[in-house]
C-alpha cells in the first residue's frame, strides 16, 4: 500500500495566522491528493483535490500545492471555523490511504 | 441535494454479524462509485471498500473476507454486511461518493457515520 507521511500531527496557532501542512507519499501519486477537514462528531469535508483544486464553496484562504511526492495544505489567514483536524488522502490505488491527520488548535 | 444516511450500527459481540445501510437520495447509487471509511475511536480515517458502478467490488486487507458490499438499486442504498467482527473492527462507519474529475478520484459527500461497537 502507498503510505501517506503527514507533518505536523498537532500544531497550536492563532487567528490570522498563516498554516501548512505537509503530506508526502511513498511513491508516486501523481496530483492524486486530496485534503479533508474534519470537525468533532462530523464527517470529513472535501477541501482541495487534486492536489489543487478547490471544492465548490471552500473559502479561498485554503490552497494546495505538490512539489514531487510532497503535497501542502496552506491556510493563508486562519479563521475561528478552521480549528480541526486536516486529513490528506492518496487516490492513486484502489486502496486508497489517509495520513494519520494534523489537528490545528488554538494558541 | 446529494444526502447520504447511514443506520445499522450497534453493539455486537466478537465473532457476530451486522449489517450497515446508506440510503442515498439525490443521485442513483448505481450510476455512480460508493465507498465505505472507518473511523476508530480518537484515531484516523480508514478505507474499507468500494464498489463500482459496474458492480466491481474491492476492499482493505483488514476487512477482506469477512465484510460484502452490496446495492439495492430499487432502494438507492449501499450495504455493508460484516460478519466474523473483531474488537479492532470498532469505528464509525462513514458511506461516501467516489468522484471522478480532471482524471482524479475524490470523496465529495459522506453521510453522517454509524458507530459499530465490537465487544462482550
Known amino acids: 500500500d502507498i503510505q501517506m507521511t503527514q507533518s505536523p500531527s498537532s500544531l497550536s496557532a492563532s487567528v490570522g495566522d498563516r498554516v501548512t501542512i505537509t503530506c508526502r507519499a511513498s511513491?508516486?501519486?501523481?496530483?492524486?491528493l486530496n485534503w479533508y477537514q474534519q470537525k468533532p462528531g462530523k464527517a470529513p469535508k472535501l477541501l482541495i483535490y487534486a492536489a489543487s483544486r478547490l471544492q465548490s464553496g471552500v473559502p479561498s484562504r485554503f490552497s494546495g500545492s505538490e512539489s514531487g511526492t510532497d503535497f501542502t495544505l496552506t491556510i493563508s489567514s486562519l479563521q475561528p471555523e478552521d480549528f480541526a483536524t486536516y486529513y490528506c488522502?492518496?487516490?492513486?490505488?484502489?486502496?486508497?490511504?489517509f495520513g494519520q491527520g494534523t489537528r490545528v488548535e488554538i494558541k | 441535494e446529494v444526502q447520504l444516511v447511514e443506520s445499522g450500527g450497534g453493539l455486537v459481540q466478537p465473532g457476530g454479524s451486522l449489517r450497515l445501510s446508506c440510503a442515498a437520495s439525490g443521485f442513483t447509487v448505481s450510476s455512480n462509485y460508493l465507498t465505505w471509511v472507518r473511523q476508530a475511536p480518537g484515531k484516523g480515517l480508514e478505507w474499507v471498500s468500494v464498489m463500482y458502478s459496474g458492480g466491481s467490488t474491492y476492499y482493505a486487507d483488514s476487512v477482506k473476507g469477512r465484510f460484502t458490499i452490496s446495492r439495492d438499486n430499487s432502494k438507492n442504498t449501499l450495504y455493508l454486511q460484516m460478519n466474523t467482527l473483531r474488537a479492532e473492527d470498532t469505528a464509525v462507519y462513514y458511506c461516501?461518493?467516489?468522484?471522478?474529475?480532471?482524471?482524479?478520484?475524490?470523496?465529495?459527500?459522506w453521510g453522517q457515520g454509524t458507530l459499530v461497537t465490537v465487544s462482550s
Open positions: 488522502q492518496q487516490s492513486y490505488s484502489i486502496s486508497c490511504t
Open positions: 511513491q508516486s501519486i501523481s496530483s492524486n
Open positions: 461516501s461518493r467516489l468522484q471522478y474529475n480532471y482524471g482524479m478520484y475524490y470523496f465529495d459527500f
